[in-house]
């Protein structure tokens, strides 16, 4: 039997050593499989190489329209432009947009937590909306000038020729920084990860 100094400290020891070691419980935040995110990247990688390609072959195909003096090869390009062009860039966008907002969310980068990651997301919304907003009716009226008679083809598209060698130009070279984004991760966190991190700390060390 225990006296009684002796019984309250071995309570005592007790309490100190479940409290010691007894850690504050952390959620684990949701995170893609191994083979989830091998999966998803590779979808993310496919796309943005097709995105950029397709962007490739719009440009030929727009630089050779402003230079062609032949009104059938310059026919040619722009109903070339209309058949593809939309069709493809916007999937395209949107399935890069979609892959990489999931390789965003189920994984320690987050979509808001590192500068790189988030300048990826804006660029990418941009870009797809660019699109909508610029290149599909670029296409239709370079398409509807080519439908027209030949003799004043050159006059009805100064305007549309113009708007069709811009997009494929803006987005090669947006494409091209956001690869290198992804290459180089750089800036570092936002102030939005670096709150998330010190909590997370925080609630590690039980404060």
């Known amino acids: 039997m225990f006296s009684s100094p002796e019984y309250a400290t071995l309570e005592l020891m007790n309490a100190t050593r479940t409290v010691t070691t007894t850690r504050p419980s952390t ?35 727009a630089l050779t329209g402003m230079t062609t003096d032949d009104p059938t090869t310059l026919a040619t390009c722009y109903l070339a432009i209309d058949m593809f062009a939309v069709v493809l860039l916007l999937p395209l966008g949107l399935i890069t947009l979609a ?15 590192y500068h790189w990651v988030l300048w990826k997301l ?37 305007q549309a ?23 180089y991760k750089p800036w570092g966190r936002t102030k939005y990860g670096q709150r998330r991190l010190d909590a997370e700390r925080r609630q590690m060390r039980g404060e």
């Open 99 to 113: 892959s990489g907002l999931l390789l965003g969310w189920g994984s320690k980068y987050g979509i808001f937590r």
């Open 27 to 61: 959620r684990r935040p949701w995170r893609l499989s191994a083979s989830a995110r091998k999966l998803t990247l590779t979808i993310h990688i496919v796309a943005a190489i097709g995105w950029i390609g397709v962007d490739f072959v719009l440009f030929v195909f």
């Open 161 to 183: 020729q113009a708007n069709l060698i811009f997009p494929p130009t803006v987005s090669i070279t947006v494409l091209t920084f956001a690869t290198v984004l992804a290459v």
């Open 122 to 158: 804006i660029l990418n919304v941009v870009l797809t909306t660019l699109v909508v907003v610029l290149l599909r009716p670029g296409v239709s009226e370079a398409a509807d000038a080519v439908a027209g008679p030949t003799d004043t083809l050159s006059d009805r598209l100064d």
